[in-house]
């Protein structure tokens, strides 16, 4: 049952470092999604993705993040010289088609220290 | 500005009786909204949907609603179990953006 694979699960970096968080999304899905959800609220959207084109990244802070799901591999979002506020539980989401609900990953716990 | 609001942070229900979780959202444009459930350290998984040519969707013991004249939407759950205690999140997409918008998520817990 091959779902929506992030890793790592957990990524501890002290500030100023980059974090590198990894999706690979479901079988035969090319749409992928990024959220954040910071302790006490809900999923922000960050990034919205297909297979070499970012699509809406209305989400994304303008500096210091990318996102980017090349033709092979999993899709990456990057965090340079990481701060505590970058703190935040990362989930990754796909589908195959764009009214398809969206399948999420287990996300990617961010700690900065 | 949250555009999708989960008024109630959390929600206490005996086994066996039901329970509602209640959304409003502000934005005219949507027109299609889900309920996902998440556990503690998984991902959100999808639960059910409803279109905005609807006013209902029933699966199972879960039922959605949605009154479009009152931008209100409701899950309810009948009879509840213990399993499902979780965070439930409403989420809505529409307009010229396909991502989902989330609400803060309401906290279940069912008492066995």
């Known amino acids: 049952n091959a779902g929506v694979m992030q890793n790592p699960r957990h990524l501890v970096r002290r500030r100023g470092q980059e974090a590198r968080l990894r999706c690979s999304p479901m079988?035969?899905?090319?749409?992928v999604y990024w959220y954040r959800q910071l302790p006490e609220e809900g999923l922000k959207f960050m990034v919205y993705?297909?297979?070499?084109?970012?699509?809406?990244e209305s989400g994304m802070p303008k500096e210091r993040f990318s996102a980017e799901f090349p033709k092979e591999g999993p899709s990456i979002l990057r965090i340079q010289q990481v701060v505590r506020g970058d703190s935040a539980a990362y989930f990754c989401?796909?589908?195959?088609?764009?009214?398809?609900?969206?399948?999420f990953g287990n996300g990617t716990r961010l700690t900065v220290t | 500005d949250q555009q999708v609001k989960q008024n109630s942070p959390s929600l206490s229900v005996q086994e066996g009786r039901i329970s509602i979780l209640n959304c409003d959202y502000t934005?005219?444009?949507?027109?299609?909204f889900l309920w996902y459930k998440k556990y503690p350290a998984e991902g959100p998984t999808f639960l059910i949907s409803?279109?905005?040519?609807?006013d209902k969707n029933e699966d199972g013991r879960f039922t959605v609603f949605l009154n479009k004249s009152a931008k209100h939407l409701s899950l309810h759950i009948v009879p509840s179990q213990p399993g499902d205690s979780a965070v439930y999140f409403c989420?809505?997409?529409?307009?010229?953006?396909?991502?989902?918008?989330f609400g803060t998520g309401t906290l279940l817990a069912v008492q066995p």
């Open positions: 934005n005219s444009m949507f027109d299609y």
């Open positions: 993705l297909q297979k070499e084109n970012i699509i809406d």
């Open positions: 989401a796909s589908t195959g088609t764009e009214g398809s609900p969206l399948h």
């Open positions: 079988k035969g899905h090319s749409h």
């Open positions: 989420a809505a997409k529409g307009g010229a953006t396909n991502k989902l918008i």
């Open positions: 409803i279109s905005s040519i609807k």
